[in-house]
């Protein structure tokens, strides 16, 4: 059974700093591209940050360069996002994402969003 579990959202003040975790089961994690994406209220989700399948290369979306990084660990199956300098803007729920493309087709996984609220 596929699982993606976040983890880490919160409340915080603007400026101020949190962790997301997304922990992997059921699949080759390390076969997988993972992505962080958001939804805000009312608005369409978008992608955050993006790691190829060991990392070396990702992807950010211009409103969180600089502030955001994602990582990932292949030996413990999870993807983080680091995130900085928030702001109000930065509210919203977000996703974690794995994909893959091969003979077959292309696999996609979602987890079941954390909430991120930036408030004073």
């Known amino acids: 059974q596929v699982q993606l579990v976040e983890s880490g959202g919160g409340l915080v003040q603007p400026g101020g700093s949190l962790r997301l975790s997304c922990a992997a089961s059921?699949?080759?994690?390390?076969?997988?591209?993972m992505s962080w994406f958001r939804q805000a209220r009312g608005k369409e989700r978008e992608l955050v940050a993006a790691?190829?399948?060991?990392?070396?290369?990702?992807n950010y979306a211009d409103s969180v360069k600089g502030r955001f990084t994602i990582s990932r660990d292949n030996t413990k199956n999870t993807v983080y996002l680091q995130m900085n300098s928030l702001k109000p803007e930065d509210t919203a729920v977000y996703y974690c994402?794995?994909?893959?493309?091969?003979?077959?087709?292309?696999?996609?996984?979602w987890g079941q969003g954390t909430q991120v609220t930036v408030s004073s």
């Open positions: 994402n794995a994909q893959r493309v091969d003979v077959v087709g292309r696999h996609i996984y």
């Open positions: 790691s190829t399948v060991f990392g070396g290369a990702t």
């Open positions: 059921g699949f080759t994690f390390s076969n997988y591209a």
